[in-house]
Structures are given as C-alpha cells and as structure tokens.
C-alpha cells in the first residue's frame, strides 16, 4: 500500500503542481537585473544606453517565446524544460565568465547581449513548459494557478538574493557576480530535477476532487503569504542589522524549509483522492477511456473559402487557431496595451539600480529596492490571480477591466521616480512591483479565455513578446537616451574611471518617466476598450464548457499525455 501511495503520488496533478511551483521560484533571475548590472557596467564600461540595451535583451530572451511555444506544441513538457535548463547554464556562465574576466578578451556589446538573451530565454522554456502545462490541468482555476505561479516567480528575486547572501557571504556595496553563477546554475538543476514531473494529464476528475481544488490552492496560497512576509522581514532587519556569514546562512536554511510545506499540502490532497479511487463503487464505476477510431473526411472546398474560413474566428472561449488569435482585434488591443503599460513598470524595475545611484542611495538600500519589488510582484501576483477570480465569479468584472485600474495604479510610481522626491523611491519601489505582478497573470488569464487552450502554449508567448517591445521603446530609446544626454550635459562622461557613464540628480530620470506615465495612462484607456469589446462574453460561464464532465478540456497533440481514469493512472 505505501508503494502504491508513493507512486499515485508522484503521478498525480498535486505533486506536478508542487514541481512547476519550485521551477517557478527560481526562475525569475531575470529580475535581480538591477542588482548585478552596475558591475557589467563598471566591467565593461558601458554606457547607460549600452547598459540598457543589455537589459533590453534580457528581456528578449526572457519574454520571447513563441518558439518554446511552438516546441512544446508537438514536444513533451519535459524536452522543453531541458532545453531551458541547457539554455540557462549556457547563457549566464558566459555572462559570468566575461564580466569576471576569464575570457581571453573583451567581450563586444553584441555578444554579452547574446549571452544574456540566451540565458534569459530559459525562463520562457520554464513557463511553457512548468506554468502552460499546469494551466491546462487546472484550467477551471487558471487565474488562480496563473496567479500562484506567477507569484513564486516574483519571490525568486529575494529568494535569490538570500541564496546568494548564504553563499557568498554579505554583499553591502561589494562584488556581486557571483549571483550571476548562481542564476546560471541554480535554476538549471531545479528544472532536471522534476524533469519526470511536469506533463499534461488528461482526465476527467472526481466531482469530490474538483471541489476540493480552491480549498488546496488556498492552502499554497497561506504558505507563500508566509514565505512571502519572512523574506519582507528578513530584508527589513538585514537592511537595519549588519548579518554575519552564519546569519545569512541561518536565513537562506529557514527560506528551503518554507519551501518544502507545500509538499504537506499535496501529500493531503493526493492521501484524499488515493481514499477516494480505491473505494471498491469508484473503481466498480470507473469509465473506460474511449477511443475515436473512424473519422468523416471533409468535403473538398475550394481555396479561397478555406482561407477566409480559416481566418474567421470562432466564438470568444472556443479554441482559437494561432492566426486566427494573431489577426484577431482583441489580441491587438491586449498587446497594444502591454506593450506600453507592463513594458513602462518593466524599465522602471530593470534601472532600479541605476535610479537609486543618481539620487543618491547607497548599495544596500538599492538592494532593498530590488527586493521590495520582488516582495511587491509577488503579493501583486497572488491578488491578482484569486482577487480576479472572485471578481469574475461573484460580479461577472471583467479581468480587462482590472487590468486598466492596475495600469492606473502604476502612474503614481512612476511620477514619484521622476520628480525624485526624497525617500520616495520605497514608495515607488512598491507601487511598480505590486503593478507590475498585478497585471501579468491577468493578461495570460485573458488569453487563455478569449483564445482557448488549444494553443496556449504559443499563444501565452505571444502575450509575452510584448514586454520587450516596450522595454526597447521605453527602456533604450527613451530612458537610456535621455539618462545619457543628461549625464553629458552635466559633464560626467569621463567623470569617474571604471564606473563608466554616470548621472547624478534628479533631472536622470525625469522626462523619460513622464514619458513613461503618460503611455501608461494610454495603454489603460485601450485596455478599457477591450473591457467594453469583451463585456458580453464576461457576463456569461466562460468555464462551462469545463464543468460538463469534470475533464480539463485540452485536446493537446497527445505528446507526453498521460490518461487517467478517476485520478489514477
């Protein structure tokens, strides 16, 4: 009975849930950006703008996904973590070896980009592989899954930064590329190590079971919240507190075991449907998996019919095709709006560092910020996805609806930064993490319910391309340009040896956030547009279709399925 226990276990939805929550908590290196970017510049010799296109292509590579969508379309969800896993060792320890010197020469700018795109790219692999395959086995709490496993990314930033403290001892003002080998290898092992985990289970599930699911992910939910006020603490005292090595250590020890209480909700919940299949009337009632083997050949239409059917869309909630979602005006708008709402808090989080340093902040308080953020994306995250969910359930509130009043939300942090009012980068820091967390799983949520998940896979990288489109935008050509005119202006080109270009004051940042909080206001108003576009479809069940029998509804390409009856393999 234990043997068979331990493999249900092991087999089931809860245990592959608890393996795409580890993966997702350490594979958000991308935003601790701001802590190991001063020492690429400084390294290196950047520019701003240099610097910033840096950061740019971080988030090409981590954002650009479609091909990990496109992978996973006909691949298993384990082939796609393990090229991820490859892709993140690879990319970072060349970061790391480049800004440590151990190359034989400098490294151009267009190969340190290249390093950190194709190190960042893991974390689109992870997504599609870890948080696509997770939607599809929850998809009647999709916004709650979104919401969950977004929010473990958001922790990443500080669980990192306490992982690396533990390490390497404390950091202060001093050398921080060690976090990048720790990024690199980190993550890598995570994703091997739950590479037999992470697949899509087909199934219908127990009526029992299916009640049981919001109460389970409230339980992750209390223990993340958890997590999540630890490492508030613990950032708050180390920031107050001068820690010794054995601290830190002690820290990083109590941050792994707040990780592995999940793992007792899943025993609970996989015991509870172990009970419930090996009751002699569920296995007497068990289904038989039924299976299709005669099909009706479509008739012969002429071409110009199937292009214009193909490109017709069917109603919103049904499965959409790749191009018939591309083409479509609701997917325009979604990505018009991120573009300019996520891609304004995604510039603001990646010069975190760098804003700080203008107005004066010392290093350990711009670590702060860095963590706070991190903090805040997280809770931002979490609210979002249940908060939504409730919304959506309870008042029929449109998710597009709430993403507008998030993107207004952001403006406030974003006018704080720019007219560099004291002490209120805490403020800002907060206000743009919270921003930024809130709004992402909404709109992934958004795209699996007017799309389908027929293709989520591509279509999720689809709604992903659209952050570093406003990152190049916003970031290197408004933030970047003008941080470098400004410093020129001020005659600090040469200013200081091996620190490369630096700004001081206020003035750094200041017209290119206005610029920023002005978009943003744009890209609410084209999200309220999609709100009043999709109003009607809101106002009906759009997870009827998943509540007929109990099944998760995906028709994937069968690759690395696996059948269930009644929960049990």
Same mark, same amino acid.
């Given at each position: 009975?234990?043997?068979?226990?331990?493999?249900?276990?092991?087999?089931?939805?809860?245990?592959?849930?608890?393996?795409?929550?580890?993966?997702?908590?350490?594979?958000?290196?991308?935003?601790?950006?701001?802590?190991?970017?001063?020492?690429?510049?400084?390294?290196?010799?950047?520019?701003?703008?240099?610097?910033?296109?840096?950061?740019?292509?971080?988030?090409?590579?981590?954002?650009?996904?479609?091909?990990?969508?496109?992978?996973?379309?006909?691949?298993?969800?384990?082939?796609?973590?393990?090229?991820?896993?490859?892709?993140?060792?690879?990319?970072?320890?060349?970061?790391?070896?480049?800004?440590?010197?151990?190359?034989?020469?400098?490294?151009?700018?267009?190969?340190?980009?290249?390093?950190?795109?194709?190190?960042?790219?893991?974390?689109?692999?992870?997504?599609?592989?870890?948080?696509?395959?997770?939607?599809?086995?929850?998809?009647?709490?999709?916004?709650? *899954?979104?919401?969950?496993?977004?929010?473990?990314?958001?922790?990443?930033?500080?669980?990192?930064?306490?992982?690396?403290?533990?390490?390497?001892?404390?950091?202060?003002?001093?050398?921080?590329?060690?976090?990048?080998?720790?990024?690199?290898?980190?993550?890598?092992?995570?994703?091997?190590?739950?590479?037999?985990?992470?697949?899509?289970?087909?199934?219908?599930?127990?009526?029992?079971?299916?009640?049981?699911?919001?109460?389970?992910?409230?339980?992750?939910?209390?223990?993340?919240?958890?997590?999540?006020?630890?490492?508030?603490?613990?950032?708050?005292?180390?920031?107050?507190?001068?820690?010794?090595?054995?601290?830190?250590?002690?820290?990083?020890?109590?941050?792994?075991? *707040?990780?592995?209480?999940?793992?007792?909700?899943?025993?609970?919940?996989?015991?509870?449907?172990?009970?419930?299949?090996?009751?002699?009337?569920?296995?007497?009632?068990?289904?038989?998996?039924?299976?299709?083997?005669?099909?009706?050949?479509?008739?012969?239409?002429?071409?110009?019919?199937?292009?214009? =059917?193909?490109?017709?869309?069917?109603?919103?909630?049904?499965?959409?095709?790749?191009?018939?979602?591309?083409?479509?005006?609701? *997917?325009?708008?979604?990505?018009?709006?991120?573009?300019?709402?996520?891609?304004?808090?995604?510039?603001?989080?990646?010069? *975190?560092?760098?804003?700080?340093?203008?107005?004066?902040?010392?290093?350990?308080?711009?670590?702060?910020?860095?963590?706070?953020? =991190?903090?805040?994306?997280?809770?931002?995250?979490?609210?979002?996805?249940?908060?939504?969910?409730?919304?959506?359930?309870?008042?029929?509130?449109?998710?597009?609806?709430?993403?507008?009043?998030?993107?207004?939300?952001?403006?406030?942090?974003?006018?704080?930064?720019?007219?560099?009012?004291?002490?209120?980068?805490?403020?800002?820091?907060?206000?743009?993490?919270?921003?930024?967390?809130?709004?992402?799983?909404?709109?992934?949520?958004?795209?699996?319910?007017?799309?389908?998940?027929?293709?989520?896979?591509?279509?999720?990288?689809?709604?992903?391309?659209?952050?570093?489109?406003?990152?190049?935008?916003?970031?290197?050509?408004?933030?970047?340009?003008?941080?470098?005119?400004?410093?020129?202006?001020?005659?600090?080109?040469?200013?200081?040896?091996?620190?490369?270009?630096?700004?001081?004051?206020?003035?750094?940042?200041?017209?290119?956030?206005?610029?920023?909080?002005?978009?943003?206001?744009?890209?609410?108003?084209?999200?309220?547009?999609?709100?009043?576009?999709?109003?009607?479809?809101?106002?009906?069940?759009?997870?009827?279709?998943?509540?007929?029998?109990?099944?998760?509804?995906?028709?994937?390409?069968?690759?690395?399925?696996?059948?269930?009856?009644?929960?049990?393999?």
């Amino acid at each position: 009975m234990a043997s068979s226990f331990a493999a249900h276990v092991l087999r089931g939805r809860w245990f592959m849930a608890y393996g795409s929550f580890l993966i997702m908590s350490s594979a958000g290196a991308t935003y601790i950006f701001a802590i190991y970017s001063k020492d690429i510049k400084a390294t290196l010799g950047y520019t701003q703008e240099q610097l910033n296109t840096v950061g740019f292509f971080k988030d090409v590579g981590a954002n650009v996904g479609i091909h990990a969508g496109l992978i996973a379309e006909v691949t298993p969800p384990w082939l796609v973590l393990a090229v991820g896993a490859a892709m993140n060792l690879g990319g970072y320890l060349m970061l790391y070896l480049s800004v440590t010197g151990r190359v034989r020469a400098r490294p151009p700018l267009w190969l340190v980009c290249l390093y950190i795109a194709v190190g960042a790219n893991s974390q689109a692999f992870a997504n599609t592989g870890a948080l696509v395959t997770c939607v599809k086995n929850f998809p009647e709490s999709r916004g709650v *899954m979104l919401g969950l496993l977004k929010g473990f990314v958001g922790l990443s930033g500080a669980i990192f930064t306490q992982l690396y403290l533990a390490f390497y001892g404390p950091g202060g003002g001093g050398d921080t590329k060690p976090l990048i080998l720790l990024v690199g290898w980190l993550p890598a092992a995570v994703s091997v190590a739950f590479l037999g985990t992470i697949r899509i289970i087909s199934a219908p599930r127990p009526p029992a079971a299916a009640r049981r699911e919001y109460r389970a992910f409230c339980s992750f939910l209390y223990v993340s919240l958890a997590l999540a006020a630890y490492l508030l603490v613990a950032i708050v005292l180390q920031k107050r507190f001068r820690f010794t090595r054995a601290e830190y250590v002690v820290s990083a020890a109590v941050v792994f075991a *707040m990780l592995l209480l999940p793992l007792g909700i899943v025993l609970r919940e996989e015991a509870a449907l172990f009970k419930i299949n090996n009751m002699p009337e569920a296995q007497a009632d068990a289904p038989a998996l039924s299976v299709v083997t005669a099909a009706t050949k479509p008739a012969a239409v002429p071409a110009s019919a199937g292009l214009l =059917s193909a490109l017709r869309p069917p109603p919103r909630g049904e499965d959409y095709t790749i191009l018939q979602a591309l083409v479509s005006v609701d *997917m325009l708008l979604l990505f018009t709006a991120t573009v300019f709402g996520v891609g304004g808090t995604l510039t603001a989080i990646d010069n *975190m560092g760098q804003i700080g340093e203008s107005l004066g902040y010392p290093q350990r308080s711009i670590s702060t910020f860095v963590s706070l953020i =991190s903090i805040w994306n997280y809770l931002g995250r979490v609210a979002a996805g249940f908060g939504s969910e409730a919304l959506l359930a309870r008042y029929r509130i449109p998710r597009p609806l709430l993403v507008a009043a998030v993107l207004l939300l952001t403006v406030p942090g974003h006018l704080l930064i720019a007219f560099g009012v004291p002490g209120s980068l805490y403020a800002a820091s907060v206000l743009v993490g919270f921003c930024f967390g809130a709004a992402y799983p909404m709109i992934l949520a958004i795209i699996s319910e007017l799309f389908g998940l027929r293709y989520y896979s591509t279509l999720y990288n689809v709604g992903n391309v659209a952050s570093p489109v406003g990152s190049y935008i916003l970031n290197v050509r408004v933030a970047g340009r003008m941080y470098d005119r400004e410093a020129a202006r001020q005659g600090a080109v040469a200013a200081v040896a091996g620190k490369g270009v630096t700004c001081v004051g206020a003035r750094c940042y200041r017209e290119s956030f206005l610029v920023v909080a002005a978009v943003t206001v744009a890209a609410a108003l084209v999200t309220l547009a999609l709100a009043w576009r999709t109003r009607v479809f809101y106002a009906g069940d759009i997870y009827a279709r998943f509540k007929k029998d109990g099944s998760t509804g995906v028709s994937g390409n069968g690759v690395g399925e696996e059948a269930v009856v009644d929960g049990r393999l």
